[in-house]
């Protein structure tokens, strides 16, 4: 299965990286060398990098339950980008987690809880320096409020229990 190859387009749209991105976590037995190629080319671009950690994080693949270190190296690849959005994609699932429970809805509340999991880990493995200070930011911004990640907050109508659980859970992977 070396020989296999995705083409990523640079103008790939969010919903296409998402499919893209299924359609490589869906491999039976993908090669290391071909996740880190199509992944870090997926990185590479706003919508290609939203759309994979939509996919990733959230979907049913066991890769994202314990990332292979192609996985990791391929997002790796792009530190600015994967540093934002997994700062944003640890935020927003663990908010959501409290949104769903005060609606009654256990099974999506679960979904969340796991996506803010997979994240933690996921930020974990990374281990970017850059991301340790959008993590930062993102907690000033969480409990003083201004700061980088502020605009962020306020325009998805996160509440004081949101952000004080984004908070915790902030401090939590900054150990």
Known sequence: MTDLQFTIPEDITFPGAIALTQ????????????LESAIGALVKTSNGARGFFVSFLSGDSDLADAPPDAIVRA???SPELVA???????????????????SG????????????????????????PNLQQNLEALLV???????EYQDFLDRWGYDDSQ?????????????
């Open 23 to 34: 359609e490589i976590l869906d491999l039976k037995t993908p090669a290391p060398e071909v």
């Open 75 to 77: 997002l790796q690849q």
């Open 84 to 102: 934002d959005l997994m700062a944003k994609n640890l935020a927003m699932s663990t908010a959501m987690v409290l949104t769903h429970e005060a």
């Open 105 to 128: 809805n256990a099974e999506q509340a679960a979904g969340s809880a796991k996506t803010s999991a997979r994240s933690q880990l996921l930020i974990r493995l990374l281990a970017l």
């Open 141 to 147: 911004s969480a409990t003083q409020g201004g700061g």
């Open 163 to 175: 952000r004080q659980a984004i908070a915790q859970v902030v401090r939590l992977v900054l150990g």
